[in-house]
Nanobody, 120 residues
Framework: QLQLVESGGGLVQAGGSLRLSCAASGDSLDSYAVGWFRQAPGKEREGLSCISKSDGSTEYRTSVKGRFTISRDNAKNTFYLQMNSLKPEDTAIYYC?????????????WGKGTLVTVSS
């Protein structure tokens, strides 16, 4: 059973940066699409970024494009979300997730989340 654990969340001032990590155990990430999602208080979960299983291409939500970068390190069985130029509206619980086929809201496995708070 694959397990995912996020880390790297915290409190940061607007304009600052954080790097989230998602460490996997129980299986290799090589055969999964990997992605990041977030959910702000009172709002629905939204997809942020994904690395495709088929060709390694990346995609981003418009609101984070140019500020967030997703990457993976298969040797460490970990993937990341580098977040720059953070804004108060980025405050949310951030979740990593993986899927055997592609990134959707119905990913196969999810982490428990890490809180990111951006102060103005």
């Amino acid at each position: 059973q694959l397990q995912l654990v996020e880390s790297g969340g915290g409190l940061v001032q607007a304009g600052g940066s954080l790097r989230l990590s998602c460490a996997a155990s129980g299986d290799s990430l090589d055969s999964y699409a990997v992605g990041w999602f977030r959910q702000a208080p009172g709002k629905e979960r939204e997809g942020l970024s994904c690395i495709s299983k088929s060709d390694g291409s990346t995609e981003y939500r418009t609101s984070v494009k140019g500020r967030f970068t997703i990457s993976r390190d298969n040797a460490k069985n970990t993937f990341y979300l580098q977040m720059n130029s953070l804004k108060p509206e980025d405050t949310a619980i951030y979740y990593c997730a993986v899927d055997h086929v592609r990134c959707t809201f119905g990913m196969d496995y999810w982490g428990k989340g890490t809180l990111v708070t951006v102060s103005s």
